[in-house]
């Protein structure tokens, strides 16, 4: 036997907003024009501090990222922060003006190279009337990587930063940093076992200070800091692997051991002999395949500081 099935009968959207509490506005006395309205964080007084930073974090924003590797440029997502110091007789900010110029930015397809960003900050540091400006992005970069026997491809990537800071008389600071993923064998475990020897994931993170004259049509430092990641370690990370493919990065695993702390020496020598790279700090986190915990090992070194 059918059913017979009753259809509800719902009240219009205006009468069930009120049933679940919405109320006609109340009456208004403050006003609705700009120029009307108190500016508070425009207000000037002895505010006891100077603040280092303040701004807006956590602003996703659609970006293109140029990149020497395939795909030449690639449309992804960053995560802004921007900043600016303020004196200790302002109340605020005007947060508004660091999303506004976002805006303008994406209008003309915001693409994060390091000639863009410059330009960016020292804007928005005219913008916000303040003597400095500062933003970081951090996205991730997508390369394409070739099994090494097959030549199967497919798609690794990398979290990618950069940081660029502009004082009106200082001039700017600009820092770029990779997190890359590799394979590393433990030189220990190979010496001591009759066969075999344990391996991780290994994560290095790499932070660097360009030099001013740092000339990004030439070199992409995504490229550069990931080759100093990748051929330091006992083997690459890869998309695809066929048997061949696999058989090949097992043998030089075993054949190039690494301890956590011989990953952050050897980063450091390659960025060392990069005359772009000013300072750099290198970190290696290795995920222990025979612990819970994780090993890990820096440096950080500043090459303007040498005799
Ligand atoms: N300074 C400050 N603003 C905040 C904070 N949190 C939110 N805001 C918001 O920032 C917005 C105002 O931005 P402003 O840039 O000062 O706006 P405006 O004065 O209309 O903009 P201009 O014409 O560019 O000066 C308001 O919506 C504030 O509520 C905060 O902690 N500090």
């Known amino acids: 036997m059918n059913e017979i099935k009753t259809k509800k009968q719902l009240p219009s959207k205006e009468e069930r907003h009120k049933l679940f509490g919405s109320v006609e506005p109340g009456p208004r006395t403050k006003p609705e024009e700009k120029s009307k309205m108190p500016d508070l964080q425009n207000t000037k007084k002895d505010f006891l501090f100077e603040l280092d930073a303040v701004g807006v974090q956590n602003v996703k924003h659609p970006i293109v990222v140029p990149s020497t590797l395939n795909p030449k440029e690639q449309s992804t ?115 001591i076992s009759e066969y075999s020897a344990h391996n991780q994931r290994g994560n290095v993170i790499i932070e660097v200070t360009l030099d001013p004259d740092y000339d990004e049509t030439n070199i992409d430092w995504k490229e550069v800091l990931l080759e100093a990641t990748e051929s330091n370690a006992s083997a690459r990370i890869h998309p695809v692997l066929k048997r061949p493919d696999e058989k090949m990065v097992t043998e030089q695993a075993y054949e190039n051991p690494r301890f956590v702390e011989d990953m952050v020496r050897l980063v450091s020598s390659d960025l060392y002999e990069l005359d772009f790279v000013k300072q750099f700090h290198v970190k290696c986190v290795n995920e222990e395949s025979i612990h819970l915990h994780d090993a890990i090992a820096s440096i950080t070194y500043d090459k303007r500081k040498e005799k």
């Not at 009337?129 to 026997?149: C, G, H, I, N, T």
């Open 77 to 191: 997502i960053g995560n802004f922060y921007f900043a600016s110091t303020i004196s200790q007789d302002s109340k605020g900010t005007n947060m508004s003006r660091f999303t506004e110029q976002l805006n303008v930015y994406h209008a003309n397809g915001f693409k994060v190279d390091i000639k863009t960003l410059k330009q960016f900050v020292k804007e928005l540091q005219g913008r916000l009337k303040q003597k400095d400006a500062e933003l970081s992005v951090e996205f991730p970069w997508f390369f394409e990587r070739e099994a090494p026997y097959t030549g199967k491809s497919g798609m690794n990537h990398a979290e990618a930063w950069i940081k660029v800071n502009y004082h009106h008389e200082n001039g700017y600071d600009v820092k770029v940093g990779l997190k890359g993923k590799i394979t590393t064998l433990c030189p220990c475990s190979k010496e």
